[in-house]
T-cell receptor, first 114, second 116 residues
């Protein structure tokens, strides 16, 4: 069983398009995240949701809109894609409470904007 | 604010030898967790080891151990008996428990190459 799964794994699209990446976790965690890893491998948090509520938004352009229909799902919708959005996007989940709790990552979605 | 510093962009180690990957951190949180992740060339992020800021003992997981020195704000990863499969990028990360709960900060990573 995959703990954190994201789809699609690869996404190639043209500038200006709108696309979505889906994420689901079956770990029963309360907190989910989206991270962006750029071409230099720098990993930066974008959003953090706790029980469907947004708790962190790290100055991400508002073309990026996360949606959490329930605590097991956190989808990422991107409008008007730009070349600079090309990156690997990781979804993750964790269970804060006892300590900070390690985050479990999905396999990543490699987005290429052409 | 949180900050993670990994000063070694690349490291080489001979197979079967031990290697230490450096990580220093800064945070205003009184309580936090420190993590190490491995990212092989296939791209997935694999959790390796966790250290809580109030843990008295250094964390160990198999061949991985975390050398936690709170006063120096360092959380170095030690890999013993390196294997070829350990060649990967390694990220140090932290997350606050209270003030910065949910906000994870990653270092820039260290690329480890294990030589046969």
């Amino acid at each position: 069983d995959t703990a954190v799964s994201q789809t699609p794994k690869y996404l190639v699209t043209q500038m200006g398009n709108d696309k979505s990446i889906k994420c689901e976790q079956n770990l029963g965690h309360d907190t989910m995240y989206w991270y962006k890893q750029d071409s230099k491998k720098f990993l930066k948090i974008m959003f953090s949701y706790n029980n469907k509520e947004l708790i962190i938004n790290e100055t991400v352009p508002n073309r990026f809109s996360p949606k959490s229909p329930d605590k097991a799902h956190l989808n990422l919708h991107i409008n008007s894609l730009e070349l600079g959005d090309s990156a690997v996007y990781f979804c993750a989940s964790s269970q804060p409470g006892q300590g900070a709790g390690e985050a479990f990552f999905g396999q990543g979605t490699r987005l290429t904007v052409v | 604010a949180q900050k993670i510093t990994q000063t070694q962009p690349g490291m080489f180690v001979q197979e079967k030898e031990a290697v230490t990957l450096d990580c220093t951190y800064d945070t205003s949180d009184p309580s936090y967790g420190l993590f190490w992740y491995k990212q092989p060339s296939s791209g997935e992020m694999i959790f390796l080891i966790y250290q809580g800021s109030y843990d008295q003992q250094n964390a160990t997981e198999g061949r991985y151990s975390l050398n936690f020195q709170k006063a120096r704000k360092s959380a170095n990863l030690v890999i013993s008996a390196s294997q070829l499969g350990d060649s990967a990028m390694y990220f140090c990360a932290m997350r606050g428990v209270n003030t910065n709960a949910g906000k994870s900060t990653f270092g820039d990573g260290t690329t480890l190459t294990v030589k046969p």
